[in-house]
C-alpha cells in the first residue's frame, strides 16, 4: 500500500514521461493497454520505459503488477538507473529495489550509495552483503552515526574482516554505541592503550590475558 508520500512521488515519476508513455500508467487506462506496455516491449525511451514498469509494478490488478515486476528485472542497468537516479526517488522506490533486486551489485549499490535510502534497509543489507558491497557501508560512518544499527548489523556479518571489526568497534567505543561484546571480546579487536581510556587498566589485562588464554 503506497503512503501520501509515496503516492506523491510517483505522480512526480509519471509527470516526467515523455510523448505517449503516460498514457499506459493512467488510472483509467485499458487492462489490455497496461498489459501490453507490462510485457516491456514498448518502442519507449530507456528512462521512460524504466518508470513505466515501475509504476505498473504497483498496479492494483495483480497480473499487470506481476508481469510488470517481471519485465523490470529483466531490463538492463541503464534503464534501472534511470529509474533509481530519478529526482523523484524517495525512500520507498529504493526499498523496492533494494527487496526485488537483493542477488544484483550494481543495484545494491547505488542503493547503498544514496543518501535517502532508509536506515533499516542499509541495516538489513550490513548484515548479509559481501565485498566489494560490504566496504560501502563499513566507511559509512555518516550514516552510522545516524543509525547505530548499522554499526550492529556489520558486527553480525560473517563477512566482515577482522581489520573492519577493529575499525567499527573502535568507532562504537568512541561514539558509545553499544555493540553487545563483553571487553574480552573486545580486547581481541581494539589496542590496550584506547581500551584504558574507558576501562580500569587492571580490567582490561585480565580481558586480555583471559582472551589469549581462550584462543590457545
Same mark, same amino acid.
Given at each position: 500500500?503506497?503512503?501520501? !508520500? /509515496? #503516492?506523491?512521488?510517483?505522480?512526480?515519476?509519471? %509527470?516526467?514521461?515523455?510523448? &505517449?508513455?503516460?498514457?499506459?500508467?493512467? $488510472? *483509467?487506462?485499458?487492462?489490455?493497454?497496461?498489459?501490453?506496455?507490462?510485457?516491456?516491449?514498448?518502442?519507449?525511451?530507456?528512462?521512460?520505459?524504466?518508470?513505466?514498469?515501475?509504476?505498473?509494478?504497483?498496479?492494483?490488478?495483480?497480473?499487470? !503488477? /506481476? #508481469?510488470?515486476?517481471?519485465?523490470?528485472?529483466? %531490463?538492463?542497468?541503464?534503464? &534501472?538507473?534511470?529509474?533509481?537516479?530519478? $529526482? *523523484?526517488?524517495?525512500?520507498?522506490?529504493?526499498?523496492?529495489?533494494?527487496?526485488?533486486?537483493?542477488?544484483?551489485?550494481?543495484?545494491?549499490?547505488?542503493?547503498?550509495?544514496?543518501?535517502?535510502?532508509?536506515?533499516?534497509?542499509?541495516?538489513?543489507?550490513?548484515?548479509?552483503?559481501?565485498?566489494?558491497?560490504?566496504?560501502?557501508?563499513?566507511?559509512?560512518?555518516?550514516?552510522?552515526?545516524?543509525?547505530?544499527?548499522?554499526?550492529?548489523?556489520?558486527?553480525?556479518?560473517?563477512?566482515?574482516?577482522?581489520?573492519?571489526?577493529?575499525?567499527?568497534?573502535?568507532?562504537?567505543?568512541?561514539?558509545?554505541?553499544?555493540?553487545?561484546?563483553?571487553?574480552?571480546?573486545?580486547?581481541?579487536?581494539?589496542?590496550?592503550?584506547?581500551?584504558?581510556?574507558?576501562?580500569?587498566?587492571?580490567?582490561?589485562?585480565?580481558?586480555?590475558?583471559?582472551?589469549?588464554?581462550?584462543?590457545?
Amino acid at each position: 500500500r503506497l503512503t501520501e !508520500a /509515496t #503516492k506523491h512521488s510517483m505522480q512526480e515519476l509519471i %509527470q516526467s514521461l515523455t510523448g &505517449l508513455a503516460a498514457n499506459y500508467v493512467k $488510472p *483509467a487506462t485499458p487492462a489490455r493497454m497496461k498489459m501490453m506496455a507490462a510485457s516491456g516491449r514498448l518502442p519507449l525511451p530507456p528512462k521512460d520505459l524504466g518508470v513505466v514498469l515501475y509504476a505498473l509494478a504497483h498496479d492494483p490488478e495483480p497480473q499487470v !503488477a /506481476t #508481469k510488470a515486476l517481471e519485465s523490470l528485472r529483466e %531490463q538492463p542497468h541503464n534503464i &534501472l538507473n534511470s529509474v533509481l537516479n530519478h $529526482p *523523484a526517488a524517495d525512500s520507498a522506490l529504493l526499498h523496492f529495489f533494494a527487496y526485488y533486486f537483493s542477488h544484483d551489485a550494481k543495484i545494491l549499490e547505488v542503493v547503498i550509495l544514496n543518501r535517502l535510502t532508509p536506515a533499516e534497509i542499509l541495516a538489513q543489507l550490513a548484515l548479509q552483503v559481501k565485498e566489494p558491497l560490504l566496504s560501502l557501508i563499513v566507511q559509512n560512518q555518516a550514516r552510522h552515526l545516524e543509525s547505530p544499527e548499522i554499526v550492529t548489523s556489520l558486527l553480525q556479518n560473517p563477512e566482515t574482516s577482522t581489520g573492519q571489526r577493529t575499525r567499527l568497534l573502535e568507532f562504537a567505543l568512541r561514539e558509545k554505541i553499544e555493540t553487545g561484546y563483553s571487553l574480552e571480546e573486545l580486547s581481541r579487536y581494539i589496542h590496550p592503550e584506547l581500551l584504558y581510556e574507558l576501562y580500569p587498566k587492571q580490567e582490561v589485562q585480565a580481558a586480555a590475558a583471559q582472551a589469549e588464554a581462550n584462543f590457545q
